[in-house]
Nanobody, 119 residues
Framework: VQLVESGGGLVQAGGSLRLSCVAS????????MGWFRQAPGKERELVASITSGGTTNYADSVRGRFTISRSNADNTLYLQMVSLKPEDTAVYYC??????????????WGQGTLVTVSS
């Protein structure tokens, strides 16, 4: 499975962006998916996740502002971001859990897309 993110860029505080992540390869093996981010000098952190059944989970810092969704038909994961803040500036990574056996899985990562929010 390969993941390719897009949609990052420069936006003013209060603005919006939508990130996309297209999966290719053995996509039928994908279960949960998510978005992480890493700001300069900080550790990578979970932003939001979504199960194959559509159950979502959000970091407290983005709940109410970000919405994660997925289209299994198009093998695409989305992150709609509104009311962006300068502290949302980071490289955003898409991740997918690939089931490789009954007891085993592999977490696959995209290359990341940079989101910069100016004040």
């Amino acid at each position: 499975v390969q993941l390719v993110e897009s949609g990052g860029g420069l936006v003013q505080a209060g603005g919006s962006l939508r990130l996309s992540c297209v999966a290719s390869g053995s996509t039928y093996q994908i279960s949960d998916m998510g978005w992480f981010r890493q700001a300069p000098g900080k550790e990578r952190e979970l932003v939001a996740s979504i199960t194959s059944g559509g159950t979502t989970n959000y970091a407290d810092s983005v709940r109410g502002r970000f919405t994660i969704s997925r289209s299994n038909a198009d093998n695409t994961l989305y992150l709609q971001m509104v009311s962006l803040k300068p502290e949302d500036t980071a490289v955003y990574y898409c991740t997918a859990r690939v089931i490789i056996s009954i007891e085993g899985y592999l977490d696959v990562w995209g290359q990341g897309t940079l989101v910069t929010v100016s004040s």
